[in-house]
């Protein structure tokens, strides 16, 4: 264990305190330093690409606020496009796919091709883990992917949704066919984790957003079953590299989901109560999580009587202070120095 990075320590089950701290988007629009890079790239596709500039955008809020971690920057939607299908992002209406609905369409996904295309991707793991060694010798890389399930809403799909309708009523009509796609979706994301893990990623992270969709039939099936797999092939090579699940909107089944797949920490979404997650989940189990990014936006006495609650909650059990969600554009910089700052000072 790097005694000198707390967020390792923490996922290692230690109750560091003060807690590291990290946030989802923490590279985004909200800082100008990563809208004139953004602006450089044109393409969304062409900025995760391209090693200079990913990686450059991975370290800004670091070099900023002083985290104790800092996470690739790319996106879920990175793994389906390096398979082989086809993946845009228009301005104004988030990533456009091609919707998967048959047989053909499935099997037409190419893992041959995945460790080639996704290469520069690994060049930036590469040079944000130097650069991050050099400059903040104390935080830690987190690489991650998006879990099968989520990532199957948006091919599925075709686009974002508020509900995946047609992904849902698929996993009724053809169970058979959802499966064969999620089980696709497991064995790349495997292949894609490990070779973040080879070019230096320290801890990796898998974000099911839409998990809490899914009926307790399903969510087993579909969100625990396919993060098993994975967390057991991960920890067959590379035993020692902590695994962050993040099942949104789970509820109830946090539990459970900590308890089966075994990752070494679970993030809460802002609607869980810490109090209740940290009584139903392994003892050994990490949390990571949940202040409201409102409140964020906000500022002032409401963020600091959230982030307070939310420390005064965790004390004493292995924890990463995060967000229950990622970070929104409207987010003021001087909010999240800010909510440094509390936390460093708990």
Not at 159 to 170: E, I, L, N, Q
Not at 204 to 224: C, E, H, K, N
């Amino acid at each position: 264990m790097d005694r000198h990075k707390s967020l390792l320590c923490a996922l290692r089950g230690e109750a560091v305190w003060p807690p590291p701290i990290w946030l989802m988007r923490q590279a985004g629009r909200y800082l100008p330093e990563y809208r004139a890079v953004r602006a450089q790239a044109g393409d969304f596709i062409a900025l995760c690409t391209t090693p200079a500039l990913a990686a450059e955008v991975t370290l800004q809020p670091v070099r900023r606020f002083g985290f104790d971690a800092a996470i690739l920057f790319s996106d879920i939607l990175m793994l389906p496009w390096a398979l082989g299908h086809h993946v845009a992002y228009r301005e104004g209406e988030g990533p456009v796919l091609p919707p998967l609905r048959d047989r053909a369409a499935v099997e037409a996904l190419d893992s041959t091709r995945l460790l080639a295309a996704i290469e520069p991707i690994l060049e930036t793991v590469r040079r944000a883990g130097e650069h991050l060694g050099a400059e903040q010798p104390g935080a830690a890389l987190i690489g991650f992917a998006g879990a099968p399930f989520t990532v199957a809403c948006y091919m599925v799909e075709g686009a974002g949704s508020k509900d995946f309708a047609a992904t849902r009523m698929m996993a009724y009509r053809d169970p058979g066919l959802f499966t064969q796609l999620i089980d696709r979706l497991a064995d790349a994301t495997v292949l894609y984790l490990e070779a973040q893990i080879e070019a230096g990623a320290e801890a990796v992270m898998l974000f099911d957003t839409w998990a809490g969709l899914l009926s307790p039939i399903q969510f087993r099936q579909y969100v625990i079953g396919p993060t098993c797999t994975i967390v057991w092939r991960l920890k067959q090579r590379f035993r020692s590299v902590p695994v962050i699940g993040f099942p949104r909107l789970a509820g109830q089944l946090i539990g459970e989901y900590a308890a089966v797949t075994k990752v070494d920490a679970v993030a809460m979404d802002t609607a869980m109560d810490p109090a209740l997650v940290r009584a139903i989940v392994p003892l050994a189990t990490a949390l990571q999580g949940n202040l409201d990014p409102m409140a964020l936006v906000a500022g002032g006495a409401a963020l600091t009587e959230e982030a307070s609650h939310l420390l005064g909650v965790v004390r004493g059990h292995p924890f990463i202070f995060n967000l229950g969600h990622g970070i929104v554009p409207q987010t003021p910089p001087e909010h999240v120095a800010e909510l440094v700052r509390l936390v460093r000072a708990a």
